[in-house]
């Protein structure tokens, strides 16, 4: 299992407006084939911060996201700066 997890800062009054416009990446990332999970959300506690959290059966499927993502024109990013995007390789039985 890879999980990846990001975070984005965005203007504060901007932030709605940026998750709705995930909406339906969301929707077609949690449909391809491998994804275990896919979400974007806002950090209850900064009105800037936006998480993402990805959770994809093995390195292969999560290989393929990302060449999808590639060749897909890129969402509107007016006051976004994303700040990281990792992945971590691993699996905890508790998440199995």
Not at 70 to 93: K, L, M, N, Q, Y
């Amino acid at each position: 299992m890879i999980i990846v997890g990001g975070e984005f800062i965005v203007e504060p009054d901007q932030r709605e407006a940026f998750l709705a416009g995930r909406h339906d990446s969301m929707r077609a990332s949690r449909a391809e084939p491998g994804c275990l999970e896919y979400t974007f959300s806002a950090d209850p506690l900064d009105p800037a911060r936006v998480l993402l959290f990805e959770k994809w059966e093995d390195q292969a499927s999560l290989d393929a996201h990302l060449a999808a993502l590639r060749s897909a024109p890129p969402p509107a990013a007016a006051g976004i700066s994303p700040v990281s995007v990792s992945p971590c390789a691993g699996s905890s039985s508790w998440w199995d």
